[in-house]
């Protein structure tokens, strides 16, 4: 029972308003026929799952209804920020790109 | 008044509001201002509860939220409420309590027989004794009722409650010394704050000390200037008879606000709630949840009449309650010197025996002035005593060491008091993640002083191990000013002189368990934890039994279960067990605090979600006409449906056969308007429905229908529905009833996320349309009387058209497709004027006998054409060539549309797929258990190897027979083809212990071909 900022929004918001929409930054093959099973089942299962930093989207369900993305350490809930997408993702790669 | 009442000036009963009670259907008095606790203690009442395991006499030890032993039940009938502890309880005129032990009488408990049982009931007790499972229920009743607790109340709850959702600046949890200084330094800088206290009145521990001294005043005097002070402040809001429970991510403080429990019922408020839950969320958190005094452990220490020293002084100071006439202390600190004092004071003959050889001097001074006898370097070995104590015997302890050196005197006394030292209220601090710190100086768990303040939580006075008075408002004062800066703010003023009476601390013992001179085990039982009858030697048999871990031995011993969750025992648990594994308490370390801190009702946390108002109910525009026929109804979602329309005599069956039949031969009707409906518009749309469905949309032309079945990245079919072309760049697509949310968020996010590029607009319009289906071979004919602007021929308007036109007078889309087989038409629309368009339809159909139906027609309709319900034929797992439904994916779109590549994966490529068949019975009279397992032999013993699933099954009006469909392992190879059986279509399917023979079939048993949808 956090709290969110919604960057869309411009609001802190009760983490009931919002949905959990996975881990961030796991796009979509564009060619997903030239991949073999075992990076094709990569994509579709493996998940970082870490204790601690984790890049994930929200939605901001009851509210915009646009999907986001939050860095949230989830051993202790605290969350390093909220951003736009594409926002998110500069930021993302300029932490090089991991958790 | 009784002769156990002292009028104490600073008491807070008053004695000009006498009241009456009954417990245990005798009556007794009281006065306003007492808790139950306190009036029973006044009553002489010392027994009020049989112990869980042996049966042992107990009393009142506590206060508060600790009490382990007196656990009521309050009032009678819908009113009553289970095992409130009576010192939790406030007294009110008319009070009815009973208690919720022994059995079968308080007086006579057979669990008490000479300790018959004691031998057999070890630590482990239940694991040992019903390693043989089946022996369980045999015994359970008879275990519960000996064990007592109260009863639930078997009518409905005739009180309402409610939720209160806020934001506060600062939360101070505690109203006493400290949280108080705290509110008024926060209140005076303008924040806004709340303070909760969860007594009926602000004040803690200086409620039960009411002459200390702060800054040259009394503390009650103090007291009444602090509360009056917060009052006046507009800023500051103080909750009493507000217990915080539980403190989470982010500041989250939940709280509950009992607001009418005190009053008697006839004098509560109707249409008012009984109590409110408030969550705060909080920019800063202050814990000033002060401390619990631990009580020594040492034999006997269960008889009624021993307590915590400060239980004592409590009843005294803030009750008038003097518990006894002789009283016997037992210390290992300084905390129970002014209550001795006190209570000498008051006329009582006190001993106090303290185990430390060397005490406070400035303390042994003001107990000897005031007649106390003080005894040092003795340790009471037990009490003596059954249904009251009546005296205990000493022994002479090591200097140093926790062992007996000699004996010592034997005292008589009608009450006993101990005092381990005190034990930090650190729960809340602890719920979400912060570990409590120990300090061993103070010999306590304690908040560490610097809380969490990066996260905004803080810890003043004793809570962080500050016991002193003067040390804690000079250490609140400090922190709150650190507070206050951090909000940007300062204190404006001093909080003026803290200065206090009391006398430099000394040194507390390090004891735990008093020793008695024998080994753990052979003397008399010592408790750890009253509420769980855990004993010292308990703890010492799990150990030797290899429990190490404390949370093994915790669940091991049942140390710290309860509704006290072991607020008094925690501690001297831990300690004990630290002894005999020979570690240190910090290694050994704390059980986990959880919320709530103490009891909850369910009614609280539920609040105004309740009833009908558990859930928001969806009814269809056309709800009133159903009601108005008569329609029995099911939930589907959140949705109300109607499941059947039964007429005078009908049973289900009869009703379902009677409506199958018209909507088969004659028409039927039917509420769609549940339907999800999503409208979409964009110059891309064609594209992303290419993208998201299996099927090919690039041809679909205005005018015209698709049926389109939805996958997940793995393939697997997640959402199914008709979707239609309004103009090239809008389109309105259905889904299944309870998929409309998942499938909403499902398709922004694949736009949001990967291909915002799309121009792509999304409109959830489930409720802006009302559907009603018109479906028979005589739809047409209905459809014809009230609409004339639509060409209905079948030559204009084919299966999969839909139209726009006027039916009844409305605007309307009607759509020429069939989730029964038959000819029909879906009729949508404004919500607005479904109710009228239905009835409509109704009048127009009654010359056909038109013939509503519902959700049970309708499924045994579809079952018959094999059409899927996603969610009940599938379960995730299911492919559409799992369905045998290819003819709905289009491979050569160049998009790899979502859950194309998963076709070719190992596993869903490879064979043993299970897959979607029709089952018939031998017997066509018998009809299927949904669920049933198919199987390849009627012989088997379970466990036996599973082929599949009945996931349909229905009696069939129309075939007179029973049908089910299937998902089976190979099941497409193993359909038997026109009737011809090659063995390997012959299964059994297997529910309640018996194998019923069927043979596996194509899933469509009426209309092979289709034909009569296209009429």
């Known amino acids: 029972m956090f709290v969110l900022f919604c960057p869309h929004c411009g609001e802190k918001r009760e983490e009931e308003e919002f949905g959990y929409g996975g881990e961030a930054f796991i796009p979509r093959p564009a060619t997903p026929e030239a991949l073999d099973d075992e990076a094709w089942g990569d994509y579709l299962f493996m998940r970082k799952n870490p204790k601690g930093w984790h890049w994930e989207m929200w939605s901001h369900n009851t509210g915009c209804r646009k999907f986001f993305v939050v860095k949230r350490n989830t051993a202790t809930n605290a969350i390093a920020g909220s951003w736009t997408l594409a926002e998110g993702r500069k930021a993302y790669d300029a932490e090089g790109g991991s958790t | 008044m009784s002769s156990y009442r002292v009028r104490r000036p600073g008491a807070r009963v008053d004695f000009d509001k006498p009241l009456t009670f009954s417990f245990d259907g005798q009556a007794y008095d009281g006065f306003a201002g007492d808790t139950l606790a306190s009036a029973l203690l006044a009553n002489g009442t010392r027994m009020l509860a049989r112990s869980f395991k042996y049966g042992r006499p107990r009393g009142i030890i506590g206060t508060g939220p600790e009490e382990p032993n007196a656990l009521m039940q309050i009032e009678t009938g819908a009113h009553t409420i289970p095992n409130l502890k009576a010192t939790q309880v406030e007294l009110y005129d008319g009070l009815v309590a009973r208690r919720t032990t022994g059995w079968p009488t308080l007086e006579f408990d057979l669990k008490s027989l000479g300790g018959l049982f004691s031998r057999f009931m070890p630590a482990g007790f239940y694991y040992k004794t019903f390693q043989n499972q089946k022996l369980w229920p045999k015994f359970e009743h008879i275990i519960r009722q000996a064990a007592g607790y109260g009863s639930a109340p078997s009518e409905p709850d005739p009180e309402t409650y409610d939720h209160s959702h806020r934001h506060a600046q600062v939360v101070i949890v505690g109203g006493g010394a400290s949280g108080l200084l705290a509110a008024l330094l926060a209140g005076r800088a303008g924040l806004k704050v709340v303070l909760l206290d969860e007594q009926n009145e602000c004040g803690g521990w200086l409620l039960s000390s009411p002459h200390s001294v702060i800054g040259g005043e009394q503390a009650s005097a103090w007291l009444k200037s602090a509360v009056g002070e917060l009052q006046s402040l507009p800023n500051v809001q103080v909750?009493?008879?507000?217990?915080?429970?539980?403190?989470?991510?982010?500041?989250?403080?939940?709280?509950?606000?009992?607001?009418?429990?005190?009053l008697p019922i006839a004098d509560r408020a109707a249409h008012q709630p009984r109590q409110r839950l408030h969550r705060i969320r909080a920019e800063r958190v202050v814990l000033a949840t002060g401390a619990i005094e631990r009580p020594l452990v040492f034999g006997n220490n269960d008889v009624p009449g021993i307590m915590t020293a400060s239980a004592l002084t409590t009843y005294l100071n803030r009750y008038g309650v003097a518990v006894g006439k002789r009283i016997l202390l037992q210390t290992s600190n300084d905390h129970v010197y002014q209550g001795a004092a006190d209570l000498a004071r008051a006329g009582c003959e006190v001993v106090l025996a303290d185990t430390r050889t060397r005490i406070n001097p400035a303390w042994e001074k003001r107990v000897r002035a005031a007649g106390v006898d003080v005894r040092t370097g003795f340790g009471i070995a037990y009490a003596r005593g059954r249904r009251a104590v009546t005296g205990a015997q000493l022994v002479k302890l090591d200097a140093q060491r926790n062992v007996v050196v000699g004996s010592?005197?034997?005292?008589?006394?009608?009450?006993?008091?101990?005092?381990?030292?005190?034990?930090?209220?650190?729960?809340?601090?602890?719920?979400?993640?912060?570990?409590?710190?120990?300090?061993?100086?103070?010999?306590?768990?304690?908040?560490?002083?610097?809380?969490?303040?990066?996260?905004?939580?803080?810890?003043?006075?004793?809570?962080?191990?500050?016991?002193?008075?003067?040390?804690?408002?000079e250490q609140t004062e400090r922190i709150t000013r650190e507070l206050l800066s951090s909000l940007g703010k300062s204190a404006p003023t001093s909080s003026g002189n803290l200065k206090t009476d009391e006398p430099d601390a000394t040194p507390a013992r390090r004891i735990f368990r008093v020793p008695d001179g024998r080994a753990e085990g052979h003397g008399k039982k010592a408790f750890v934890d009253f509420q769980n009858d855990v004993s010292a030697a308990d703890i010492h048999l799990a150990v030797r039994e290899n429990y190490r871990s404390i949370e093994h031995i915790k669940r091991y011993t049942a140390l710290g279960f309860g509704t006290d969750q072991g607020k008094l025992s925690n501690v001297n648990g831990f300690a004990i067990a630290a002894d005999v594994l020979g570690k240190s308490i910090p290694e050994v370390g704390t059980t986990t605090y959880r919320p709530a801190y103490s009891p909850v009702t369910f009614g609280t946390l539920a609040g105004a979600h309740a009833g009908d108002t558990f859930e928001p109910r969806r009814y269809s525009p056309m709800q009133a006409a159903h009601v108005a026929r008569g329609a029995e109804f099911e939930p589907v979602g959140q949705w109300l449906r109607p499941w059947y329309f039964p007429q005078t005599g009908e049973d289900?069956?009869?009703?379902?056969?009677?409506?199958?039949?018209?909507?088969?031969?004659?028409?039927?009707?039917?509420?769609?308007?549940?339907?999800?409906?999503?409208?979409?518009?964009?110059?891309?749309?064609?594209?992303?429905?290419?993208?998201?469905?299996?099927?090919?949309?690039?041809?679909?032309?205005?005018?015209?229908c698709r049926y389109g079945l939805m996958l997940d990245e793995n393939g697997m079919v997640m959402d199914d529905g008709v979707t239609a072309c309004v103009a090239d760049n809008h389109f309105l697509m259905t889904t299944t009833t309870g998929g409309a949310?998942?499938?909403?968020?499902?398709?922004?996010?694949?736009?949001?996320?990967?291909?915002?590029?799309?121009?792509?607009?999304?409109?959830?319009?489930?409720?802006?349309?009302?559907?009603?289906?018109v479906v028979g071979p005589k739809s047409r004919q209905v459809l014809a009387k009230i609409c004339s602007d639509i060409d209905l021929s079948p030559s204009a308007f084919k299966f999969m058209d839909w139209r726009e036109g006027t039916v009844a007078g409305v605007p309307a889309r009607v759509f020429r497709i069939s989730f029964s087989g038959e000819l029909a038409f879906e009729v949508n629309v404004d919500a607005n004027y479904g109710h009228h368009v239905w009835e409509a339809l109704m009048d127009g159909g009654r010359e056909f006998d038109i013939t509503p139906y519902g959700t049970e027609t309708m499924h045994v309709l579809r079952a018959e054409k094999g059409f899927i319900i996603v969610g009940q034929d599938t379960d995730g797992s299911m492919t559409p060539l799992d369905l045998d439904m290819a003819w709905a994916v289009g491979m050569k779109k160049p998009f790899s549309f979502i859950g194309k590549r998963s076709f070719a994966r190992s596993d869903t490529a490879g064979p043993n797929r299970k897959q979607l068949v029709g089952l018939l019975t031998d017997d066509p009279q018998i009809v299927l258990a949904e669920g049933a397992q198919v199987i390849e032999r009627a012989d088997v013993t379970p466990p036996a190897a599973m082929l599949g699933h009945v996931t349909s099954s229905y009696y069939s009006p129309e075939l007179g027979r029973s049908i089910a469909l299937a998902v089976v392992r190979d099941g497409i190879a193993r359909r038997s083809e026109d009737g011809h059986k090659s063995g390997r279509d012959l299964l059994y399917a297997y529910a309640g212990g018996k194998a019923h023979k069927v043979t596996v079939v194509s899933p469509v048993f009426v209309d092979p071909k289709g034909d009569r949808q296209n009429v």
């Open chain 2, 741 to 773: 949310a998942r499938v909403m968020t499902w398709l922004e996010k694949w736009h949001q996320t990967e291909w915002p590029d799309l121009d792509v607009y999304m409109t959830s319009v489930t409720d802006h349309w009302a559907t009603a289906a």
């Open chain 2, 239 to 262: 909750l009493t008879r507000t217990s915080a429970f539980a403190l989470h991510d982010m500041n989250l403080v939940l709280a509950v606000e009992q607001l009418q429990d005190h």
């Open chain 2, 408 to 473: 010592g005197p034997s005292i008589d006394c009608d009450a006993l008091g101990s005092s381990g030292g005190l034990s930090p209220t650190v729960h809340l601090y602890c719920h979400d993640g912060g570990r409590p710190h120990w300090d061993e100086e103070r010999l306590a768990f304690v908040v560490p002083e610097a809380g969490r303040a990066k996260s905004g939580i803080y810890g003043v006075g004793a809570v962080t191990g500050e016991f002193g008075l003067q040390n804690a408002l």
């Open chain 2, 652 to 704: 289900l069956h009869a009703a379902v056969r009677r409506e199958c039949l018209a909507a088969r031969r004659g028409v039927g009707i039917m509420d769609a308007s549940t339907l999800g409906k999503i409208d979409l518009r964009g110059k891309d749309v064609r594209e992303f429905l290419n993208r998201v469905y299996a099927n090919a949309w690039t041809q679909l032309a205005p005018g015209k």
